[in-house]
T-cell receptor, first 111, second 116 residues
Framework: GENVEQHPSTLSVQEGDSAVIKCTYSDSASNYFPWYKQELGKGPQLIIDIRSNVGEKKDQRIAVTLNKTAKHFSLHITETQPEDSAVYFC??????????FGPGTRLSVLP | GAVVSQHPSWVICKSGTSVKIECRSLDFQATTMFWYRQFPKQSLMLMAT?????????EQGVEKDKFLINHASLTLSTLTVTSAHPEDSSFYIC????????????FGPGTRLTVL
């Protein structure tokens, strides 16, 4: 089945700097790759997603890139702000309609 | 985006009792909902897939008799933790698929269960 790895597990950046989180997946049949932001005590919130027919997608300060050949995808946050501090999870669609989540990255944006 | 709610947001119960958690899709009909469990500082672990009008599909290692799932309508799925024990204490999160986008899961806010 699908296996998703995510790095780094923790990331600290200065406010205004960029943050990059990388994920790899194992199942070449996966076609959908969402990113979720989870704040403490809350449910995950979808922030951006990408499908396998696209190499890059951008939404304001957030962008995601996908390399299907290498089976990896990355989340890029530019001009980080303190409110970007949270845990970020990548995911890939597994068998059926399930997602397989990465272990998460705790991002801290220092003012 | 689609809105999913959960109730209660936090519940404390005594060991041996049963607890029901509700997951509702507020502005759409969800034929498929998912139940996840999340331990502190860990990722989401899929427990089961809930399809309206049929039995839930449980992931390997999840006890179906302990975690009862009912998806009786297109907007409501319930998870009942039966005979709860302290090791069942966790954050339980549901998600739902919208009819217009079968890929995207929208998550509820989660329910924190503490078993004393």
């Amino acid at each position: 089945g699908e296996n998703v790895e995510q790095h780094p597990s923790t990331l600290s950046v200065q406010e205004g700097d960029s943050a990059v989180i990388k994920c790899t997946y194992s199942d070449s049949a996966s076609n959908y790759f969402p990113w979720y932001k989870q704040e403490l005590g809350k449910g995950p919130q979808l922030i951006i997603d990408i499908r396998s027919n696209v190499g890059e997608k951008k939404d304001q300060r957030i962008a995601v890139t996908l390399n299907k050949t290498a089976k990896h995808f990355s989340l890029h946050i530019t001009e980080t702000q303190p409110e970007d501090s949270a845990v970020y999870f990548c995911a890939a669609d597994g068998s059926g309609q399930n997602f397989v989540f990465g272990p998460g990255t705790r991002l801290s944006v220092l003012p | 985006g689609a809105v999913v709610s959960q109730h209660p947001s936090w519940v404390i119960c005594k060991s041996g009792t049963s607890v029901k958690i509700e997951c509702r899709s507020l502005d759409f009909q969800a034929t498929t909902m998912f139940w996840y469990r999340q331990f502190p500082k860990q990722s989401l672990m899929l427990m089961a897939t809930s399809n309206e009008g049929s039995k839930a599909t449980y992931e390997q290692g999840v006890e179906k008799d302990k975690f009862l799932i009912n998806h009786a309508s297109l907007t409501l799925s319930t998870l009942t933790v039966t005979s709860a024990h302290p090791e069942d204490s966790s954050f339980y999160i549901c998600s739902a698929l919208t009819p217009t986008d079968s890929d995207t899961q929208y998550f509820g806010p989660g329910t924190r269960l503490t078993v004393l």
